[in-house]
């Protein structure tokens, strides 16, 4: 059983393009994010939820619209795709705000 | 300016040897994690530390949270070939979401 699963794993699409990243979790926690790790491996958070509500949202430009249909499911839309948004991009949960994270395996995002 | 310090940044050392990597911070924390990320994976917990001077063992691996809450390490004592991986630390401030360290890539060769 997955624990946290991301779909799709990679992810290859011209620039100026839509798409969108979906991520589920099974282990009934209430708190789920969005993370981007560089080419260097720097993990960086972008967005929180907590309870399908938004918490936090770091310094992302607006083209990144998360979405959280109920508290399992955590989505990521990125419109008009640039270069520089090529990186892998983890979703993790966990059972509250600033407690012990799960994570997913990853979606290679590459913008050609 | 990164809030936590990892070091070294890359450490390669032959099966058997010990080792210790430093996680540092000018902040207070509330807690600490320690992650090891694979290649193709997401990071994994590995252990949280939340008092000053705490020690904790998982097996091979010894984690200690500095006294005041600043800083952390993590030891490998005969270190495997499957403890290659990226070790990242995480530090909380109570209720608030995590700051990653930039890691430390760890290659154990055989």
């Known amino acids: 059983d997955t624990a946290v699963s991301q779909t799709p794993k990679y992810l290859v699409t011209q620039m100026g393009n839509d798409k969108s990243i979906k991520c589920e979790q099974n282990?009934?926690?209430?708190?789920m994010y969005w993370y981007k790790q560089d080419s260097k491996k720097f993990l960086k958070i972008m967005f929180s939820?907590?309870?399908?509500?938004?918490?936090i949202n770091e310094t992302v430009p607006n083209r990144f619209s998360p979405k959280s249909p109920d508290k399992a499911h955590l989505n990521l839309h990125i419109n008009s795709l640039e270069l520089g948004d090529s990186a892998v991009y983890f979703c993790?949960?966990?059972?509250?705000?600033?407690?012990?994270?799960?994570f997913g395996d990853g979606t290679r995002l590459s913008i050609l | 300016t990164q809030l936590l310090e990892q070091s070294p940044q890359f450490l390669s050392i032959q099966e058997g040897e010990n080792l210790t990597v430093y996680c540092n911070s000018s902040s207070v924390f509330s807690s600490l994690q320690w992650y090891r990320q694979e290649p193709g994976e997401g990071p994994v917990l590995l252990v949280t530390?939340?008092?000053?001077?705490e020690v904790k063992k998982l097996k091979r691996l010894t984690f200690q949270f500095g006294d005041a809450r600043k800083d952390s390490s993590l030891h490998i004592t005969a270190a495997q070939t499957g403890d290659t991986g990226l070790y990242l630390c995480?530090?909380?401030?109570?209720?608030?979401?995590?700051?990653f360290g930039p890691g430390t890539r760890l290659s154990v060769l055989p």
């Open positions: 995480a530090g909380g401030r109570g209720g608030q979401n995590f700051v």
């Open positions: 993790a949960s966990s059972p509250g705000s600033g407690q012990p994270q799960h």
């Open positions: 530390v939340v008092t000053g001077g």
């Open positions: 282990l009934g926690h209430d708190t």
């Open positions: 939820y907590n309870n399908k509500e938004l918490i």
